[in-house]
């Protein structure tokens, strides 16, 4: 059972664009939502993460919303560099974190110069 | 080290072996995850260890898989009588124990398994 469903499989945007990845979750006990990155050869990296009391964070150019009654949450990324060009992976956990992460599907997200 | 420690980077072997993998994690974690990552997929959990303990292992696929950490530090996973679906990318990744806030798991770059 997919318990974190992403979207899209594959994002082209140009430079200084906003990217935007969808997930959304089934589980109501999850109450911490991370958002690794990785690139290839390496490990995912912990860009950013929001618990449900919160609708919006934001750390540098990244930005989650999060919608609890929908059951979704969203990463954006402002100015879009060709740096970030990677995979990204939301995730869910419960106990903020303390126990195992499920992930989504990933998104592998290019930007063009 | 800095980060979470995996070795070997990569592991080619034949259907039917034997292999170890290691992990070492960020100094002071106390837990440490497995996780298995396929070509094109996301990251999914294998095992996790609070202290010397396996917390939660209702991710190993079946028997022939097997991990301990004997002091709390180091984790060895194990694989038996290998096959060739178990290639994979196996991750690792530890984290501080606390609860009531967010305690991120910080990964390893993987050992990348092919089985021949």
């Known amino acids: 059972q997919q318990q974190v469903k992403q979207s899209p499989q594959s994002l082209i945007v140009q430079k200084g664009g906003i990217p935007i990845i969808n997930c959304a979750y089934e589980?109501?006990?999850?109450?911490?939502f991370p958002w690794y990155q990785q690139f290839p050869g390496k490990g995912p990296a912990l860009l950013i993460a929001?618990?449900?009391?919160?609708s919006e964070k934001k750390e540098g150019r990244f930005t989650i919303s999060f919608n609890k009654s929908a059951k979704q949450f969203s990463l954006h990324i402002m100015d879009s560099q060709p740096g970030d060009s990677a995979t990204y992976f939301c995730?869910?956990?419960?106990?903020?974190?303390?126990?195992?992460?499920?992930f989504g599907t990933g998104t592998r997200l290019t930007i063009i110069p | 080290g800095a980060g979470v420690s995996q070795t070997p980077s990569n592991k080619v072997t034949e259907k039917g072996k034997y292999v170890e993998l290691r992990c070492d994690p960020i100094?002071?974690?106390?837990?440490l995850y497995w996780y298995r990552q396929s070509l094109g997929q996301g990251p999914e959990f294998l095992i996790y260890?609070?202290?010397?303990?396996?917390?939660?292992d209702s991710g190993l696929p079946n028997d022939r898989f097997f991990a301990v950490r004997p002091e709390g530090s180091v984790s060895t996973l194990k694989i038996q009588r290998t096959e060739r679906g178990d290639s994979a990318v196996y991750l690792c990744?530890?984290?501080?124990f606390g609860t009531g806030s967010n305690q991120p798991q910080h990964f390893g770059d993987g050992t990348r398994l092919s089985i021949l």
């Open positions: 260890f609070q202290g010397t303990g396996a917390a939660d």
């Open positions: 100094s002071g974690h106390t837990a």
């Open positions: 929001i618990r449900p009391d919160v």
């Open positions: 990744a530890s984290s501080f």
């Open positions: 995730a869910a956990s419960n106990s903020f974190g303390n126990e195992k992460l499920t």
């Open positions: 589980n109501t006990a999850f109450d911490y």
